[in-house]
T-cell receptor, first 115, second 115 residues
Framework: ETGVTQTPRHLVMGMTNKKSLKCEQHLGHNAMYWYKQSAKKPLELMFVYNFKEQTENNSVPSRFSPECPNSSHLFLHLHTLQPEDSALYLC??????????????FGPGTRLTVT | AQSVTQPDIHITVSEGASLELRCNYSYGATPYLFWYVQSPGQGLQLLLKYFSGDTLVQGIKGFEAEFKRSQSSFNLRKPSVHWSDAAEYFCAVGGSGGSNYKLTFGKGTLLTVNP
């Protein structure tokens, strides 16, 4: 595998279900991100992990719970979601250095539908 | 706070015609600038980036962009569009300050290519 992979690619879940999204990066990067992309809205940054430590939580509801066990893996645990949470969830990674931000590399996304 | 404006929501061009997608940014210091492309149902792919140096940067798929500090712009260009270029294009800005791990994205420009 190369780059950033995400599983599953598609997920349909009821509002009472619990599911998890998985992201894995094969680039040796030290930072990972979760974004939400809804129709007609700009890309929304949800969470950032830098060296496995969460450094950003962009006022995301507690029904979304991130987990970063190591610098290569990132999970998004979902429970009691709402229909408005239906969106494309994108994972990205980057190498953050002293000189500043570098480009982010994205996975293909998980298309989530909440029924 | 940093911000990005992509004034054109939707652009239609004929195959073989030239293309220019506009991007204006707001950032207090020297910005890092990026263009990404997204095909339907896919993640974002990096087209090109500007950190410093030559203000005209070349990217993949025959795209180029020019950084104009005086106009706070970073417009994307291609001399001859191919049908496969139909996609959504996002401009993003990052920086070297304390929040150097974050990118701010524009709302995107959807490109349609007519045969």
């Amino acid at each position: 595998e190369t780059g950033v992979t995400q599983t599953p690619r598609h997920l349909v879940m009821g509002m009472t279900n619990k599911k998890s999204l998985k992201c894995e990066q094969h680039l040796g990067h030290n930072a990972m991100y979760w974004y939400k992309q809804s129709a007609k809205k700009p890309l929304e940054l949800m969470f950032v992990y830098n060296f496995k430590e969460q450094t950003e939580n962009n006022s995301v509801p507690s029904r979304f719970s991130p987990e970063c066990p190591n610098s290569s893996h990132l999970f998004l645990h979902l429970h009691t979601l709402q229909p408005e949470d239906s969106a494309l969830y994108l994972c990205a990674s980057s190498q953050i250095g002293l000189a500043g931000q570098y480009e982010q590399y994205f996975g293909p996304g998980t298309r989530l539908t909440v029924t | 706070a940093q911000s990005v404006t992509q004034p054109d929501i939707h652009i239609t061009v004929s195959e073989g015609a030239s293309l220019e997608l506009r991007c204006n940014y707001s950032y207090g210091a020297t910005p890092y600038l990026f263009w990404y492309v997204q095909s339907p149902g896919q993640g974002l792919q990096l087209l090109l980036k500007y950190f410093s140096g030559d203000t005209l940067v070349q990217g993949i798929k025959g795209f180029e962009a020019e950084f104009k500090r005086s106009q706070s712009s970073f417009n994307l260009r291609k001399p001859s569009v191919h049908w496969s270029d139909a996609a959504e294009y996002f401009c993003a800005v990052g920086g070297s300050g304390g929040s150097n791990y974050k990118l701010t994205f524009g709302k995107g420009t959807l490109l349609t290519v007519n045969p």
